[in-house]
C-alpha cells in the first residue's frame, strides 16, 4: 500500500499563487510516475500534471502549460505542484495520485490522496 497526504490549498486571488504538496509513504519502491489530477464541481476528474519519481520527466495538461510546475524531492518522498498565475477556472479539489507508469488518464493511476481545495477568486 501507498499512502498519499495533500496539503498546501486555500483562497487565493485571480493572478495569484500556491503550492500544493503531496507525501508519500509505505511500499514507495512501488511508485513509478506521479500525478496530479483536478474535479471542480459537476465535471470530470481530470489530469493537471506528472512526474517520473527518479528521471524527472514531466507532462503536464495544455491548460496549466507555463503556469504550474510539478517537481518531487525524493528525500522527503514529497511531490509538489506550484500554481502561478491563478485563475478562476482552476477552482478545484486537487489530488495527487501514484502509478507503477507515468500517464494522463485516472485509470493508470493506484492510489490516491485525500484531495485539497483550491479556489481561484475572480
Not at 36 to 44: I, L, S, T
Not at 95 to 102: D, I, P, Q, R
Request: proline content about 2%.
Amino acid at each position: 500500500q501507498v499512502q498519499l497526504v495533500e496539503s498546501g490549498g486555500g483562497l487565493v486571488q485571480a493572478g495569484g499563487s500556491l503550492r500544493l504538496s503531496c507525501a508519500a509513504s509505505g511500499r514507495t519502491f512501488k511508485i513509478y510516475g506521479m500525478g496530479w489530477f483536478r474535479q471542480a464541481p459537476g465535471k470530470e476528474r481530470e489530469f493537471v500534471a506528472g512526474i517520473h519519481w527518479s528521471g524527472g520527466t514531466t507532462i503536464y495538461a495544455d491548460s496549466v502549460k507555463g503556469r504550474f510546475t510539478i517537481s518531487r524531492d525524493n528525500a522527503k518522498n514529497t511531490f509538489y505542484l506550484q500554481m502561478n498565475s491563478l485563475k478562476a477556472e482552476d477552482t478545484a479539489v486537487y489530488y495527487c495520485a501514484s502509478s507503477a507508469l507515468l500517464g494522463t488518464s485516472v485509470p493508470q493511476y493506484d492510489y490516491w490522496g485525500q484531495g485539497t481545495q483550491v479556489t481561484v477568486s475572480s
